[in-house]
T-cell receptor, first 118, second 112 residues
């Protein structure tokens, strides 16, 4: 089945530790995204990648890092510099139709990773 | 920057219609989307509308767009308990480099 897979479902981080969240897609999508979700808030964009070996900072990139060595994979590392990492992390990939002034971008989301601090 | 606003909570009785509202600020919005999130899960695309349309219907879902007032709504007819979830409005401005901007989500509770 085509889809987007995040792992693990739950992750615990100790103070000073880096942790990596996995995101894999077999939808053949070029673009992939990482969002952070806090209770009662919308999704905030951390990083995105529109093509392999390229990625851009989103609105809240500080304390996070990513890589995009393969089309299928876009792992997110939450570094020790992120002082408030407890949140639900969502990975997405997108198919885009059209272009230029009117692009219909449908996001497909993984099931999320809940990160908590010990 | 662009902003998308939604009320946080809505409660309805099973069988009634639900109307979830959203306002946005970006006048260059091209596509607007509604996503559904069930507890502990990712978001699922429900429907979308292009900015040159004012209404789109898909089974129990009706999307209304008032571009002049920058107001989007999602109506769910005959609401069921399985419709209880968080509903996110999102907009995309013009230009392929633009990303989606999401609202804070509306928690819909369907009461028996």
């Amino acid at each position: 089945d085509g889809g987007i897979t995040q792992s693990p479902k739950y992750l615990f981080r100790k103070e000073g530790q880096n942790v990596t969240l996995s995101c894999e897609q077999n939808l053949n999508h070029d673009a992939m995204y990482w969002y952070r979700q806090d209770p009662g808030q919308g999704l905030r964009l951390i990083y995105y990648s529109q093509i392999v070996n390229d990625f851009q900072k989103g609105d809240i990139a500080e304390g996070y890092s990513v890589s995009r060595e393969k089309k299928e994979s876009f792992p997110l590392t939450v570094t020790s510099a992120q002082k408030n990492p407890t949140a639900f992390y969502l990975c997405a990939s997108s198919s885009k139709q059209g272009g230029g002034g009117a692009t219909n971008e449908k996001l497909f989301f993984g099931s999320g990773t809940q990160l908590s601090v010990l | 920057g662009e902003d998308v606003e939604q009320s946080l909570f809505l409660s309805v009785r099973e069988g009634d219609s639900s109307v979830i509202n959203c306002t946005y600020t970006d006048s260059s919005s091209t596509y607007l989307y509604w996503y559904k999130q069930e507890p502990g899960a990712g978001l699922q695309l429900l429907t979308y509308i292009f900015s040159n349309m004012d209404m789109k219907q898909d089974q129990r879902l009706t999307v209304l767009l008032n571009k002049k007032d920058k107001h989007l709504s999602l109506r769910i007819a005959d609401t069921q308990t399985g419709d209880s979830a968080i509903y996110f409005c999102a907009e995309r401005g013009s230009g392929s480099a633009r990303q989606l901007t999401f609202g804070s989500g509306t928690q819909l509770t369907v009461l028996p």
